[in-house]
């Protein structure tokens, strides 16, 4: 079994003079990751490895949740930045095998495109948002399309 950690990265500003790639969270983004952190340690969803896209937000809104979790610092993936839902398909295809439980942590609309692809499930995938999708797997190359099943779903704007 393959479980898949789909994490959106919380709030960034939309502040002029960052470009994309660099804009940072927001307090209440750096907030919000550290609340989804939390409630993910509560539920004992705690994946073996997150990966990530390079740019700021991603990589703050993995560190605050890997130092929660007492993970290791988040792998950087480049092809999940800017990518469409299709290409983060193939990145998600050619994760590691030996980790059954990844997070990855993303952008929209690629991240809501994905969640839906695989789990069948609409969800408005907001800043902060995490869904846990468990496939009936062996080997990452294997997912494909509503082969996922939704079993944790949770956004900061969600009541605990």
């Not at 502040?15 to 927001?26: A, C, N, S």
């Not at 705690?46 to 007492?70: D, K």
């Not at 993936?77 to 193939?90: F, M, R, T």
Request: charged share 25%.
């Amino acid at each position: 079994m393959k479980k898949l950690l789909l994490i959106r990265h919380a709030k960034a500003t939309h502040e002029g003079g960052y470009v994309d790639f660099e804009r940072p969270l927001k307090p209440s983004g750096l907030r919000d990751a550290a609340i989804m952190a939390g409630r993910l340690k509560e539920h004992n969803i705690i994946p073996q490895i997150l990966v990530s896209s390079p740019a700021l937000r991603t990589l703050a809104t993995a560190n605050v949740i890997s130092e929660h979790m007492g993970l290791a610092k988040a792998e950087e993936i480049a092809g999940i930045y800017d990518a469409a839902g299709d290409d983060l398909l193939d990145v998600i295809t050619q994760l590691d095998d030996g980790c059954d439980f990844v997070g990855l942590v993303g952008h929209n609309p690629a991240i809501a495109q994905v969640f839906y692809n695989l789990s069948g499930q609409p969800q408005d995938i907001s800043p902060g948002a995490v869904g846990l999708i468990e496939f009936d797997i062996n080997t990452w190359a294997d997912v494909r399309s509503n082969r996922g099943k939704l079993v944790y779903y949770d956004s900061p704007k969600d009541e605990a």
